[in-house]
């Protein structure tokens, strides 16, 4: 990797890195949310609101244009249908900080994987040593006492949306090599939207017309969807897929401070350990390359 090529890396990767942080508050909105909310609606008027905004500046920017691959185009949108119903519905088991760490520290050894796999990627020492730092970080996160909720069904929906996760990562990297960001985002997320759009038809929506449901949908749908994605998308263009999985790692490190300082879940001693762990493997990608190298 030349001088250029590892800044464009490094740019890439504090763009995941801050897309991670976005994702972060997810969890924590959906706590935040009116009483009995639906996992189903918050994910299906999450990607609705997302995926408006996000088709509403690839018009603006005339980024729309060109051939889009039937196959590939709906496979992404099934993994971010299915990411949203798994991670939402894991959230309500098991609680914010599990869900979340969970779902988003299982990716990285999914998408690294996959990556070798699909598009022949190789990740470097940084990668494996920074990967090994952050899972443990956050199975010390799940085990490690306080007062967190271990419901081996939400565990699995979290594993789910793991999986997912990285696959979506996976598949539009692909559309990524050929389109540009703004106009993949739009297309696969109203794609998705719609696959899910019919859910909300069994479900009672009445909570959105409020105060606080209303602002935690356009939050979920506008920062937490448009602008993260958008972001991400940006960096993934620069980053390895597996890098990337391991970057956004910083979801479950935000999600589980927010946790505890706004909805006031504890974390033990080991948790707190587990806290450091998963710093540090971020910080290594951050501060090294970028390219996993």
């Given amino acids: 990797m030349n001088e250029a090529e590892g800044e464009n890396a490094r740019g890439g990767a504090l763009l995941i890195l801050a897309a991670a942080i976005l994702w972060g508050t997810t969890g924590t909105s959906q706590g935040l949310a009116p009483k009995g909310v639906n996992p189903v609606a918050i994910g299906a008027l999450r990607l609705l609101v997302g995926g408006g905004a996000l088709l509403l500046l690839a018009i603006c920017r005339k980024n729309l244009r060109g051939t889009w691959p039937l196959f590939p185009t709906a496979v992404t949108a099934i993994f971010i249908a299915a990411y949203q119903l798994s991670f939402f519905a894991a959230v309500a088991m098991t609680g914010v900080a599990v869900g979340t760490m969970v779902a988003i520290g299982s990716s990285p050894v999914a998408a690294g994987l996959l990556g070798y796999l699909v598009r022949g990627e190789r990740l470097g020492r940084s990668w494996w040593v920074a990967t090994l730092l952050a ?62 759009a019919p859910l909300l ?80 493997g971020i910080a290594i990608l951050a501060a090294g390359s970028g390219g996993g190298e």
């Avoid at 899972?135 to 999986?163: D, N, T, Y």
């Avoid at 990562?169 to 960001?181: E, M, R």
């Fill in 135 to 196: 899972v443990s970080g956050c199975s010390l996160l799940v085990v490690g006492g306080g007062e967190l909720i271990a419901e081996p069904k939400g565990i699995s929906l979290a594993l789910l949306a793991g999986f997912s996760y990285a696959a979506y990562t996976v598949s539009i990297k692909g559309l990524l090599d050929h389109h540009p960001p703004d106009g993949v985002l739009a297309v696969v997320f109203c794609v998705a939207a719609l696959l899910m």
């Fill in 201 to 280: 038809l069994f479900c009672d929506n009445g909570w959105v017309l409020t105060l606080r449901g209303g602002a935690v949908v356009l939050h979920l749908g506008l920062l937490a969807t448009a602008g993260s994605y958008w972001l991400f998308a940006r960096g993934l263009r620069t980053v390895k897929i597996g890098t990337a999985a391991t970057l956004s790692l910083g979801e479950p490190l935000t999600a589980s401070l927010l946790g505890v300082s706004v909805l006031g879940e504890s974390l033990g001693l080991l948790q707190g350990g587990g806290i450091l762990l998963l710093f540090g």
